[in-house]
């Protein structure tokens, strides 16, 4: 089946879901790559017990340099904090693209119901033990080479430049989406050994902290797989792939692919309302689709 643009797929009062938990990171909201309207399709149709928000979800990066929120954003964080207000236990976990927030760690501060912490550790339904964290400690580029990561962060813009063209023209010959930075990634050893690198360092810090297994983000690469005997899950983006981690009532953990679940175009325009831009030339030429 074709996939359909977001507006036609909203309902007045949509069929809502229920699950024990839900993790969510790599937002980055404040971008125009950022599928707020996405997932602001998925809060109207889910509620949890409770929400963990793994880093990434604002992009302070971005904004630093310039300024880009639209309706969608907004939609974002009015969804979030009503999660919050109607009980919902909502943790934020700060990444690097939201480093700033991490200043506020030692306060232990508690704002509208949403709880900051560095990272947690969640029990599941079925009794397992994870450890919940954004993942950048462990990615050498973000943690030793900074200036590095920014010129990466530009890279991955440019891609997402790419991307927009490179789909136009599939389109143009009757092709389905494919997103080429995901693609680029599968493709590229060193970007495959590096996410390998990734996720062990991730599960040897899970299995050195005597958790079952570990939850994160960052690398925006949706995977759910055991490594030496520990659980890895990485819960993907807000970007590209629109996934998120669930659990439900059970114990028993899903990745769901919101945007197939739910037919929504990559193609389709954007709303635009409300939106508030005064960017560089080259955020402007960012693409609508992710």
Request: net charge neutral; charged share 30%.
């Amino acid at each position: 089946m074709d996939a359909i643009p977001l507006d036609q797929s909203l309902t007045a009062s949509p069929t809502v879901t229920h699950y024990r938990t839900v993790f969510v990171s790599d937002v980055h909201l404040g971008t125009r790559g950022s599928r707020a309207d996405f997932l602001a399709d998925f809060l109207l149709r889910i509620s949890c017990d409770t929400l963990y928000l793994v880093g990434d979800i604002i992009d302070g990066w971005r904004l630093r340099r310039s300024w880009y929120w639209d309706s969608h954003h907004d939609e974002v964080l009015r969804l979030i904090l009503k999660m919050a207000r109607k009980g919902t236990d909502v943790v934020y976990i700060p990444g690097n693209h939201d480093e700033m927030f991490r200043n506020w760690l030692p306060m232990r501060l508690e704002i509208a119901g949403i709880r900051l912490c560095e990272n947690a550790i969640h029990e599941t339904a079925d009794g397992r033990r994870l450890l919940v964290m954004h993942g950048d400690e462990f990615d050498s580029v973000v943690r030793y080479a900074p200036f590095l990561a920014l010129l990466g962060d530009r890279a991955y813009e440019a891609s997402l430049i790419i991307n927009r063209w490179f789909n136009l023209a599939r389109r143009r010959l009757g092709l389905p989406y494919r997103s080429l930075s995901a693609w680029l990634k599968r493709q590229v050893k060193g970007a495959v050994k590096a996410i390998d690198r990734f996720e062990i360092a991730l599960a040897a810090e899970a299995r050195r902290r005597a958790v079952d297994g570990v939850v994160c983000g960052h690398i925006h690469h949706a995977e759910m797989r055991e490594i030496g005997g520990v659980l890895y899950v990485n819960d993907g983006d807000w970007v590209e792939s629109c996934t998120a981690l669930v659990e439900h009532a059970e114990g028993r953990l899903e990745l769901i692919d919101w945007a197939e679940q739910r037919r929504l175009s990559f193609l389709a325009s954007r709303d635009r309302r409300g939106g508030r831009d005064r960017g560089h030339a080259d955020d402007a030429a960012l693409p609508v689709t992710a």
